[in-house]
């Protein structure tokens, strides 16, 4: 069985009191929910004060982007050694909005996972095609090209850092849903293309999660489905009932239910 992930990516909101408050919930929240993974990825200048307020608690603090390179005339940019420094254990790369609004290419994508990785971060790699691709048929091609781009000179043994977030772009703040058979099958190919990237046994083991508006309403079903370890939620991320309410479902799911 593997353990589920729920990362809560905050994005541009919360500054240091209200992210501080929040994270407080969040610790208290998921004490008691040890058949899961959780983690929160504030925004860059909180990092520490979140780190701060979740010592000693079972959520991990994350990143929400990185810098592939350690150091340098970078102006804006972060490294991997930076956010370990500030108490960060994971990262995301590859997010929809990275690649959509900011205009990160594959490439890029890939260097980032590549130096989180070597810096021994946890790396939450996101993959899913947009509205139009969906429309001509192409969930899988994109996905799947995504996914191997992204991954091209990891090495085996960092497989067991990674976590694959299929968020399907089409899904998030748009008001469309993905049924859990949409995230099923999306899921199911990606450990596919997983396998041929790496082994068989190591793509069993690898946390797929789904993130394209997680919320309680919808989030039973979804992470019901057997390829689905897990979730990267967005807005519900920033209430802490609603995060609550779902780091507790993917613990029902892992048959770790809690009151």
């Given at each position: 069985?593997?353990?589920?992930?729920?990362?809560?990516?905050?994005?541009?909101?919360?500054?240091?009191?209200?992210?501080?408050?929040?994270?407080?919930?969040?610790?208290?929240?998921?004490?008691?929910?040890?058949?899961?993974?959780?983690?929160?990825?504030?925004?860059?200048?909180?990092?520490?004060?979140?780190?701060?307020?979740?010592?000693?608690?079972?959520?991990?603090?994350?990143?929400?982007?990185?810098?592939?390179?350690?150091?340098?005339?970078?102006?804006?940019?972060?490294?991997?050694?930076?956010?370990?420094?500030?108490?960060?254990?994971?990262?995301?790369?590859?997010?929809?909005e990275?690649?959509?609004?900011?205009?990160?290419?594959?490439?890029l994508?890939?260097?980032?996972?590549?130096?989180?990785?070597?810096?021994?971060?946890?790396?939450?790699?996101?993959?899913?095609?947009?509205?139009?691709?969906?429309?001509?048929?192409?969930?899988?091609?994109?996905?799947e090209?995504?996914?191997?781009?992204?991954?091209?000179?990891?090495?085996?043994?960092?497989?067991?850092?990674?976590?694959?977030?299929?968020?399907?772009?089409?899904?998030?703040?748009?008001g469309?849903?993905?049924?859990?058979?949409?995230?099923?099958?999306?899921h199911?190919?990606?450990?596919?293309?997983?396998?041929?990237c790496?082994?068989?046994?190591?793509?069993?083991?690898?946390?797929?999660?789904?993130?394209?508006?997680?919320?309680?309403?919808?989030?039973?079903?979804?992470?019901?489905?057997?390829?689905?370890?897990?979730?990267?939620?967005?807005g519900?991320?920033?209430?802490?009932?609603?995060?609550?309410?779902?780091?507790?479902?993917?613990?029902?799911?892992?048959?770790?239910?809690v009151a």
């Amino acid at each position: 069985m593997r353990t589920p992930f729920v990362g809560g990516n905050w994005k541009m909101n919360t500054d240091r009191a209200t992210g501080a408050a929040l994270a407080g919930a969040v610790a208290e929240g998921t004490a008691a929910c040890d058949g899961v993974e959780v983690a929160v990825f504030p925004p860059f200048p909180y990092l520490v004060a979140i780190a701060e307020a979740l010592r000693g608690s079972r959520v991990a603090v994350g990143a929400q982007d990185l810098y592939p390179e350690k150091s340098g005339a970078f102006t804006g940019e972060v490294s991997a050694a930076m956010l370990i420094d500030c108490g960060a254990t994971a990262v995301l790369t590859g997010h929809s909005e990275r690649r959509h609004v900011i205009g990160e290419s594959d490439d890029l994508v890939n260097r980032k996972t590549r130096a989180a990785l070597d810096a021994g971060l946890t790396c939450v790699l996101c993959i899913g095609e947009t509205l139009e691709q969906r429309e001509r048929g192409e969930t899988d091609a994109v996905n799947e090209r995504q996914l191997r781009s992204g991954l091209a000179g990891v090495r085996p043994e960092q497989a067991a850092r990674l976590v694959i977030a299929y968020e399907p772009v089409w899904a998030i703040g748009t008001g469309r849903n993905a049924t859990p058979d949409d995230a099923q099958k999306a899921h199911a190919r990606a450990r596919s293309a997983l396998a041929s990237c790496f082994s068989r046994e190591a793509a069993a083991a690898m946390r797929i999660i789904y993130g394209g508006s997680l919320k309680p309403e919808n989030a039973e079903g979804l992470l019901a489905q057997p390829d689905v370890d897990g979730g990267l939620v967005g807005g519900a991320s920033l209430s802490a009932a609603d995060f609550c309410a779902l780091v507790r479902t993917a613990a029902k799911r892992a048959g770790r239910p809690v009151a």
